[in-house]
């Protein structure tokens, strides 16, 4: 919970008596002018997303999108929201501002830290309208064949319209110093002004402008004139004729060959080389919606420039340039569901070396919970082997770390903004739900004394944790009130985001509700999701919150990188429609069009009709809230007996019912799981009367597998068959497939209701 930045530390646990959501920072305007925003700010049943359940066919991606103009400001100086620009893994990179403006550009404030570059400002036409300043004169930005990280805008200025194309150079010799490469082609007047508070050392042979310690930062073709007293380099734009610009962040001593169209088109081509195989390596994934399929691409594109080499950081040139346990954790495991086994492994052991000593417990809960998941995916026991001294420290900090005479966690931080000291459930539940599940991970490897002991201390931890929730349970309201803050320290909210503190308990409790500790169909799992789900816990299927910034248009807002583990309680339970509405909310509302950049956290109330606020974007866990859902609804592996170990493995289980429309087709192919890789094409024939799945199955037999076609609304699964044999079919189209091996073929046969 990174939540706008350096919160004041909260004295007591407060709650509101407000029955309505009220704030008084909201602008009386921007309210009138967007009525049914406000009904769904105001609401505490989730407006839009109740709606869009009842709508022919489900969510979908239209109808959000078509609520609320799209994610593009940001509280920084250059206002449209920044796009990361890195080789993968990169150390240093690079900021392009999304309205095509500038490249390197400063917020120049204290949440903005982590910046690097010298800021280069673009300006068209006679009179130097900044670039893409006015919206209606802006195209884009859009990517490279709608996922790659090759950035294209177009901007007019009355007479003057230039394309821009930016990218990062992948090139080991530029990559480490941040280099990128700018192409512009149109007509009129084109300034590239350098932000730059003393005079620059005038350009040196080759054309390249260096700073006063004799580093070159802005590399240029022999199109450009280089302007001595204004420090900016101009051209005149003509038809067919580009003009070509290389910006290096970190500048650099080496010597450079002269800049033209031949060394552009090379680094460009091994750019989108480079990117293309690293995405060819993972997890295949084809479905008939050809946004979410640039979408996991782009996600996972974004998440591997935010690598700091073998970092996890949480984003980019601001204050969240840094790992965290929860978020980054989200990270690697969404990079090993989607096959980057090696990349997973490697970034392991940083993030087990983070600490934050207000919250050990949580952490080291998270941590151990992060190992168990790895190792289901990869089966990998060699890095357990070789990192047994970074375990035992979580280990040991659970097992013997605890209160001897109340047997629980001792107080810590409510969460990583609020300091106030608690008996927290959450760092309790998953610090139990890390020894639970660590321990069958151990037992698998055969380390069996290890693994009984971490199983004993769980179960004895166990009981006082149950005890203590009895107690601390509010059932006097409705929904019943679980709270983060045990024995009395926390009141229930009404709503959750009136107050800064409910908002908390948004973000706070759906941690709780993944771990384990109150299986998925428990009586206390469905009070956190009703809680949610019924006193203003959800926008558009995504978490909220009540962040205390006066940037905001309104401070009741969203958070929808937290919701994962909301969602996948959702589809543990088979909850397909209002998974649906979380999945299509982040695709349309939680992410910015075109380029699929999240935040920490966005606002719902418009600033204009171009576009809605943001918090401090990129951010990897954003990405890794969208990469998991989307592979959770494709294939889906589940401990259903919390014994800890994996049991059953659902395949096509949630998918949105217009992808297998007549003559379409869902492929997955080598996803990884927790019985090895699997793989399944579904063609849909519903003329024809079937639905036809082939599927190669893992190479460890699940306890259950089964697959289901989930057929447009007005059709239903009458029967399937495989090799001859009739299937048992369940009432929502699901066929038990228990015991298959190898290569089969399933087919659905299809009818109309």
Sequence with gaps: MRYIGVLAVLLAITASASAQISDPNVAPDLAAKWPEVMKAINSK????????MKLPGGPSYDYFAGLM???????????????TMSAPSAKVKARLVSNGSSVNALARQLNWISETGIPILFYLGNFGSAFGADLKCLTGPNYEKGYLPVVQTQYRHGDAVATEEVFASVDPAFAENGVVFVRFEGKGKL????????????????????????????????????????????????????????????????????????????????????????????????????????????????TFELLKGDETNYSAGNQYAKMYVGEGGDAIKALALWGYKDDARRLLAPLMDYKRDDLLFHQAGKKLQLLSDYYWLT?????????????????????????????????????????????????????????????????????????????????????KLRDAVAKSIRKDVKPTFVPMALFGDEKPYNPLTATNMGGYWDLVAPYVLG?????????????????????????????????????????????????????MALLQRDEVDRALVSFYGKLAQGLTRNTFIGAEGTCPLPVDEYGRQMYLPPNSASNAFFLSMLRHMLVQDWDMDNDGKPDTLRLMFA?????????????????????????????????????????????????????????????????????????????????????????????FMVGKR
């Design 379 to 463: 089966h990998d026991a060699s890095w357990f082997a070789e990192q047994k001294k970074r375990t035992a420290v979580q280990v040991d900090r659970l097992v013997d770390g605890r209160e001897k005479d109340t047997g629980l966690a001792p107080r810590e931080s409510y969460c990583g903004d609020i300091h106030t000291q608690v008996y927290s459930l959450n760092s309790n539940a998953n610090g139990w739900s890390g020894l639970h599940h660590f321990s069958a991970a151990l037992e698998d490897m055969g380390d069996h004394a290890e693994a009984k002991m971490l199983e004993e201390s769980a179960k004895e931890w166990e009981p």
């Design 69 to 83: 103009p799209p994610l593009r400001y940001v509280d920084a100086q250059f206002f449209h929201y920044p796009i």
């Design 515 to 567: 771990c384990g500790f109150f299986p998925y169909d428990s009586q206390e799992s469905r009070w956190l999701t009703d809680y949610l789900e019924k006193n203003g816990g959800l926008m558009m299927g995504m978490v909220r919150t009540h962040p205390e910034n006066s940037f905001w248009a309104i401070n009741q807002n969203i958070d929808d990188l937290y919701t994962l583990r909301y969602v």
């Design 655 to 747: 998918t949105p019912r217009s992808w297998l429309e007549d003559s379409k087709t869902i492929k997955v192919d080598r996803a990884p799981t927790a019985f090895g890789e699997v793989s399944v094409v579904m063609n849909s024939h519903l003329k024809q009367g079937e639905v036809v799945a082939e599927v190669s199955a893992p190479e460890r037999a699940p306890g259950k597998m089964l697959i289901r076609a989930r057929v447009p609304d007005g059709w239903k699964v009458v029967s399937a068959v495989c090799g001859g044999k009739k299937l048992a079919v369940d009432k929502t189209g699901a066929a038990d497939i228990t015991g298959m091996s190898g290569k089969f073929s399933v087919r």
């Design 191 to 302: 300034l590239a002004q350098v932000s730059l508070s003393t005079n620059a050392i005038l350009p040196g042979a080759g054309g390249i402008v260096k700073d006063l310690q004799g580093g070159g930062f802005l590399w240029f073709d022999s199109n450009w004139k280089w302007g001595v007293g204004g420090q900016r380099l101009s051209t005149f734009l003509s038809p067919g004729k580009p003009v070509y610009l290389a910006i290096f962040t970190k500048p650099t001593t080496e010597q450079l060959p002269k800049l033209d169209a031949s060394v552009y088109a090379a680094q460009k081509n091994q750019c989108i080389q480079t990117w293309e195989t690293l995405l060819d390596k993972g997890m295949q994934v084809e479905v008939p919606e050809p946004m979410v399929n640039d979408a996991w691409r782009s996600l996972l594109v974004g």
């Design 45 to 52: 049943t989730d407006y839009w997303g109740e709606k869009a």
